[in-house]
């Protein structure tokens, strides 16, 4: 709706202006299915895999919006042609079945096995907006793994996601778990494949048996593409991934507790053996020169007092 844009009445129209056939909606009712899929936790309670709420102002750039809605979705887009397809949640079934021999030998090859230690991540923190605390951002329980910090040489190394799009406990730690797993999916390669390859498409899955490389039906997600309009050839930017990074076992998530949020007032402390005595302020002669003040207390009976305040009149 919001590429589409949406009228405001005596403002106009906030949001694109995209045409509805730029907008597929096979692809859209995908993503929609997926976010209406039940997630079912040990014990019976269930919620839709992804939900939103978000107070939106209007002059709150309609991309930055479409962009925290995605955040808190698991959600990606890519443009093919004109066309602005959306994937959400883990990738989809392969469409292209590949092995080494479908790899064109003539085209230069790259891969990419592994980022430097300083560019990965191995734990995620994230804040969410939290109905039971009046919408107040709420801090997740942070997700470490020992086997991950491991193989980063021994460091912690925590990404913070901001979810405000997304004020459903359970479903923050969804999404972190799913965003953090698929940051250990590393494997890059670019090759080139033959003209049949054409069908692929940004965020396409394919699935690759490679002996060279030890893969057996391996999954892919494709993130570029370059035809060759002279040869037809497909150079293809792929990673490696996994659809089960995105699905949880029926006890993952921890029920944080509830936070009071009900104001009850500091009740009156008195202060226990107060009294004021007159008294002046004298010269090095002993003259006294200006009247003055003694307040005295009982200092131990003023448990979480941090100061005293008088006014004399």
């Not at 939103?52 to 808190?72: M, N, Q, S, T, W």
């Not at 193989?151 to 953090?180: F, H, N, S, W």
């Not at 035809?227 to 998530?253: A, I, N």
Request: charged share 25%.
């Amino acid at each position: 709706n919001i590429m589409r844009g949406i009228e405001i009445p005596d403002l106009g129209v906030w949001g694109g202006g995209l045409p509805k056939a730029d907008l597929p909606l096979s692809d859209w009712f995908a993503a929609m299915n997926v976010c209406d899929q039940i997630v079912t936790r040990t014990g019976g309670a269930s919620s839709p895999r992804y939900r939103a709420g978000y107070e939106i102002k209007l002059d709150a750039e309609p991309a930055a919006v479409i962009e925290e809605l995605f955040r808190a979705s698991a959600t990606q887009i890519a443009e093919v042609g004109g066309l602005f397809k959306p994937r959400t949640g883990g990738p989809g079934l392969p469409i292209y079945l590949m092995s080494d021999d479908d790899i064109v030998i003539t085209s230069p090859q790259e891969l990419d096995p592994f980022p430097g230690a300083d560019s990965r991540f191995n734990g995620i923190t994230a804040n969410a907006p939290d109905p039971d605390t009046v919408w107040e951002p709420r801090p997740a329980p942070d997700l470490y793994n020992a086997g991950w910090e491991a193989e980063d040489g021994g460091k912690r190394r925590v990404a913070t996601l901001d979810l405000p799009a997304c004020p459903y406990p359970l479903q923050v730690q969804r999404v972190m778990r799913a965003y953090i797993k698929d940051e250990r999916r590393f494997r890059r390669h670019n090759l080139t494949l033959p003209p049949d390859a054409a069908i692929l498409e940004p965020l396409d899955t394919l699935a690759w048996t490679s002996e060279r490389n030890g893969y057996s039906t391996k999954r892919f997600e494709v993130s570029e593409l370059q035809d060759d309009v002279v040869t037809v050839l497909q150079g293809v930017s792929m990673r490696e991934v996994d659809p089960t990074d995105y699905d949880d076992p029926p006890d993952f998530g921890d029920v944080l507790p509830a936070i009071s949020t009900v104001r009850r007032p500091i009740p009156a402390q008195v202060l226990e053996g107060f009294d004021v005595f007159a008294g002046s302020t004298v010269d090095a002669s002993g003259n006294p020169r200006r009247p003055n003040l003694r307040l005295v207390w009982d200092g131990d009976e003023q448990d979480g007092v941090a100061g005293i305040e008088w006014e004399v009149r």
